[in-house]
């Protein structure tokens, strides 16, 4: 069983301290095998603070660290004037085994720079602190416009609800579409968002009286395989163009047309994850028509062709 630790540092955020439980945790193979082991340790074993107003007991100590086939360190309070916290990972990282995926959230990326393993390396932390880390770790391509950045044996993460994203990667990276979707169902929360999804839009928050194209978009998603112009989509949603156009961007944060391509790519990988359906047919059923329009799309989106992609997670299934 993949073993993950978890690593409390204090001023730890709760919130953040349990996903990799909550999410990893969750995830059942065929026979409702559990697929994750997640613990939680300590740098000393000690208790730790919290960003609220209790402290936390943890079981384990350093020592498993040097088990761990995957250390997620979850965010802490990083005080302006505190940067005695930087010294941590000196002893942190060198426990670790060769080969040993590292992941963290929010701030705690800081603690993978001090350690020199971002040098280099595109990463991501939450957008409020992006600039700080630009400076102290000038040696990183931080990008604090996106929810998380997988780069491999190193994957780092925006604030709060983009580590839900990442494990939910994660756990789709490791074992497909179906596991990952299963585990987001038990735990409530979307199976999947892009990466390079901006982390915040300031926008308001559409009220339910104004929220009028959620019809038209549970009436899209059961129609992907037949051309969708917008006209058609502004006649269901009984609005003209402009209006729904603009109504659309309020409650979803982009276009139809670039939302509609989203969906079509998803539903793709989907398919090309759990069928044997061929590219062509995969690609008529995703509503892109042919193959060569398809591979457009999942490149401009994902960065892959498809038959890259699936060659991925049928190595990954193996």
Known sequence: MHRVVVLAVDKVFPFELGIAGRILGAARGPADERLYEVITCSPDGSPVTTSADFALMVEHGPEALETADTLVIPPFVWDP??????????????????????????????????????????????????????RLFPNVK????VLFVDDGDVLTSAGVAAGVDLCMHILRRDHGSAVANRAARYCVTPPWRDGGQAQYIERPVPSQSTAATAATRAWVLQRLDRPLPLTEL???????????SRRFRQEVGMSPGDWLIRQR???????????DLSIDRIARRAGFGTAASLRQHMHTTLGVSPLAYRRTFRASDG
């Open 81 to 134: 004037v505190d940067e005695d916290v930087l010294d941590l990972p000196v002893g942190i990282f060198a426990m670790l085994r060769p080969g040993t995926r590292v992941v963290s959230i929010c701030t705690a990326a800081v603690l993978l720079a001090a350690a020199g393993l971002l040098d280099g390396r595109l990463a991501t932390t939450h957008w409020q602190e992006a600039e700080r880390c630009q």
């Open 234 to 244: 502004a006649g269901h949603a009984r609005m003209s163009v402009r209006t729904f």
């Open 142 to 145: 931080w990008d604090a416009d």
């Open 265 to 275: 790519v998803e539903l793709a990988r989907h398919l090309l994850e759990t069928s």
